[in-house]
């Protein structure tokens, strides 16, 4: 695969979120990253916020600046943060 453009099935978002809560995710010196989320036990052994997301898409941005697949996760925090945006259920075929 040599692809260049980006997976479609993949989550287009270039940092990382809690695929449970979305942008509730706090990191240490680039080592660690953790949800804030006092129900989740949710850790990760690297700096998730500086990591593209590994999730796979199941949501659809659609944006001032275009429209962009996202994982769950990242519909949360789209809902919640990007306040000119719909997010929609599924990607586009
Ligand atoms: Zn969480
Ligand atoms: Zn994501």
Redesign the pocket.
């Known amino acids: 695969m040599q692809h260049t453009t980006a997976h479609p099935d993949r989550c287009a978002v270039p940092w990382g979120v809690?695929p449970?809560?979305g942008g509730?995710l706090r990191s240490s010196a680039g080592r660690s990253s953790w949800?804030t989320?006092l129900a989740?036990l949710?850790t990760w052994n690297y700096d998730r916020l500086d990591a593209a997301c590994p999730e796979k898409a199941t949501h659809t941005v659609q944006a001032a600046d275009g429209r962009y697949v996202v994982c769950t996760g990242h519909a949360i925090a789209a809902r919640s943060q990007i306040t000119d945006a719909q997010v929609l259920t599924g990607t586009p075929a």
């Open positions: 809690c449970d809560h509730t949800c989320d989740c949710n």
